[in-house]
């Protein structure tokens, strides 16, 4: 087991790896990933945007394998969670009422094996020759979830939500210290860049923590992150399936917030369209 620095250090994991089809085998292998993540200290683990089950061009398919929050694949999370007692976070498929669409959602489960968050994507990627809203439905803009590690305030957003700054910032007025970004981060030109500018531009701008877990390639770009409130990597993943480990720190987080007090000096607040 790895120590943390401090006292009041929470270690907090992101774990990259490829989703396909094979629910069985993308659970055995988020198994072995929080396995790892544990062994180091970790008392997050963040698991990608779709999890469950991923195909390139979502289809039948992948309708056909959407489930409740009720359902097996957040069964098996449950289950792991208390087994490693840890808080798993990861992207799921989720049942709606419309017989050919499904919601992209996340969950967080902590270590009791409850639901303690879940979120639906708002911002559906129709972008870059995509059109994810043909098989997915948006959330509808409600309060933020967010739940308490070791007195860190999590709030969670999917993906796209980066490219829009006011999704991170109404989880920063409801309070939220860390940003979990589970990703399925589709590769192409300058989009490693993008991804990399978007995360440090999200934490840095609002002196947060944020954790993001994308897809290994060849779909994703890969490069799974954790930055700190002065846009610091402090550490990321390349292109294999792999666990990454970092500590937040809630004193880190007040001192960059002394130093760098933008939150508070900013004129102007966040309200939906």
């Known amino acids: 087991m790895v120590d943390a620095l401090s006292t009041d250090e929470l270690g907090v994991a992101v774990a990259q790896f490829a989703p396909g089809s094979d629910q069985g085998a993308n659970l055995a292998t988020m198994r072995s990933l929080a396995q790892i993540a544990v062994t180091r200290g970790a008392r997050i683990v963040v698991f990608p945007e779709y999890s469950s089950f991923f195909e390139t061009r979502l289809g039948d398919a992948s309708v056909a394998a959407a489930e409740p929050l009720t359902g097996p694949f957040v069964e098996a999370l449950g289950r792991l969670a208390v087994e490693l007692g840890v808080h798993v976070v990861a992207g799921m498929l989720e049942t709606t009422d419309d017989a050919d669409r499904v919601h992209n959602t996340l969950v967080a489960i902590d270590p009791?094996?409850?639901?303690?968050?879940?979120?639906?994507?708002?911002?559906?990627?129709?972008?870059?020759?995509?059109?994810?809203?043909?098989?997915?439905?948006?959330?509808?803009?409600?309060?933020?979830?967010?739940?308490?590690?070791?007195?860190?305030?999590v709030g969670l957003q999917t993906?796209?939500?980066?490219?829009?700054?006011?999704?991170?910032?109404?989880?920063?007025?409801?309070?939220?210290?860390?940003?979990?970004?589970?990703?399925?981060?589709?590769?192409?030109?300058?989009?490693?860049?993008?991804?990399?500018?978007?995360?440090?531009?999200?934490?840095?701008?609002?002196?947060?923590?944020?954790?993001?877990?994308?897809?290994?390639?060849?779909?994703?770009?890969?490069?799974?992150?954790?930055?700190?409130?002065?846009?610091?990597?402090?550490?990321?993943?390349?292109?294999?399936?792999?666990?990454?480990?970092?500590?937040?720190?809630?004193?880190?987080?007040?001192?960059?917030?002394r130093l760098n007090p933008a939150l508070a000096l900013r004129r102007f607040t966040v309200t939906p369209r």
């Open 112 to 153: 009791a094996g409850k639901i303690v968050a879940s979120y639906r994507k708002l911002h559906l990627y129709d972008a870059f020759g995509s059109r994810e809203s043909d098989r997915v439905l948006a959330g509808v803009i409600e309060e933020p979830e967010t739940f308490q590690v070791a007195g860190i305030t």
């Open 159 to 257: 993906c796209y939500d980066v490219r829009f700054p006011e999704v991170s910032r109404r989880l920063v007025d409801a309070g939220a210290d860390l940003v979990l970004v589970p990703a399925e981060w589709v590769r192409g030109p300058l989009k490693e860049q993008h991804w990399r500018t978007l995360l440090t531009a999200r934490a840095l701008e609002n002196t947060i923590y944020l954790a993001a877990a994308d897809h290994a390639p060849p779909s994703g770009v890969g490069a799974s992150m954790v930055v700190d409130p002065m846009g610091v990597e402090l550490v990321t993943i390349g292109e294999t399936t792999d666990v990454a480990v970092a500590w937040i720190s809630p004193s880190r987080l007040a001192e960059v917030r």
